[in-house]
């Protein structure tokens, strides 16, 4: 869906500044160092605060003592709040998404509420498109927790795009694990690599994840990419300064963040008027140096 923000003006809002909060629970903990979710966090930041917006961050552990988050946003006085990482399937989430409290989501979709997130579908596409054109049939994947709508959509579209190409998808070739878990990671990749017929490629839940997959092909005694090669997804900074440069779905975290801030205070201030659809932001693929072409 396409959006004009050149009608929101800071002067637009009311004389009191609009306060906006920002929920933000990711199941690594790595805070804010994380480096796909600052960048949202940041761009929703100074979006907002051009808009004349406040912003707070969500108390989480005055949320698991004393208050569930719609209690916590009407005592602390927001007037809306966009949830940039959480349980989606959690009863407080659901519970602040029934309640009709102003909201936005990133990354997950509840039927009238207004999201913001990358085109997944077309990403995942790409990359094993990409990987399929370097020579690659056996292709796995490790998928992130599939209890999210971004998560369940590649692992349907990594399935279907194999099968459009006729190629085979073994039950080992898909594996769970945790988004951002560099450890995890690289004991998942190993088992992989030790399969009698192992993967030629392996796509990875995130960029980070990279770090591990990376130290473990080093273990196996494998070179990147002559002898096994992986992509990753998200497009941070830090694995695109690597050698070889990671071959990666880049997300526009700058402006999913700097939407999202626009359609909340929308939301807002125009609730009957304004968009409950989600809105789908473009990918760009990085083809980088960690595909190559088949060896064995």
């Known amino acids: 869906m396409t959006h004009n923000s050149d009608n929101i003006k800071s002067g637009d809002l009311m004389q009191k500044p609009l306060r906006l909060g920002i929920i933000y629970e990711e199941e690594s903990r790595r805070g804010l160092t994380h480096p796909f979710f600052i960048l949202i966090i940041d761009a929703f930041k100074r979006r907002a605060e051009e808009l004349g917006c406040e912003i707070t961050f969500v108390n989480n552990n005055l949320v698991e003592k004393d208050l569930d988050y719609v209690r916590y946003c009407r005592v602390s ?8 990482c959480a349980d989606f399937t959690s009863q407080k989430v659901k519970t602040l998404i029934e309640s009709g409290f102003p909201c936005l ?5 509840f039927k009238r509420v207004p999201a913001v997130l990358s085109d997944n579908e077309t990403g995942m596409r790409k990359l094993v498109e990409y990987a399929i054109s ?7 994947y490790v998928h992130g927790h599939n209890n999210s709508v971004v998560t369940r959509t590649r692992i349907q579209k990594f399935r279907n795009t194999m099968s459009a190409h006729n190629l085979p998808v073994p039950p080992e070739y898909i594996r769970e694990c945790e988004y951002d878990n560099i450890s995890l990671t690289r004991r998942i990749v190993r088992e992989l690599l030790a399969l009698p017929e192992r993967p030629t490629c392996i796509i990875l839940p995130d960029d980070i994840a990279y770090l591990g997959a990376q130290d473990a092909a080093r273990e196996c005694g494998l070179r990147i990419p002559d002898d096994i090669s992986f992509a990753g997804y998200d497009g941070i900074p830090i694995t695109q300064s690597l050698k070889p440069q990671l071959t990666t779905i880049r997300q526009d975290g700058d402006k999913m963040g700097r939407l999202a801030a626009e359609q909340l205070v929308r939301v ?3 609730p009957v008027n304004s968009s409950k659809f989600p809105f789908i932001l473009p990918i760009e693929l990085i083809e980088g140096g960690t595909i190559g072409p088949v060896s064995i």
């Open 77 to 84: 006085q927001l007037d809306g709040v966009c949830v940039v």
């Open 105 to 109: 989501t990133m990354d997950h979709l």
């Open 134 to 140: 370097c020579g690659h049939r056996r292709i796995a």
């Open 268 to 270: 807002i201030q125009d």
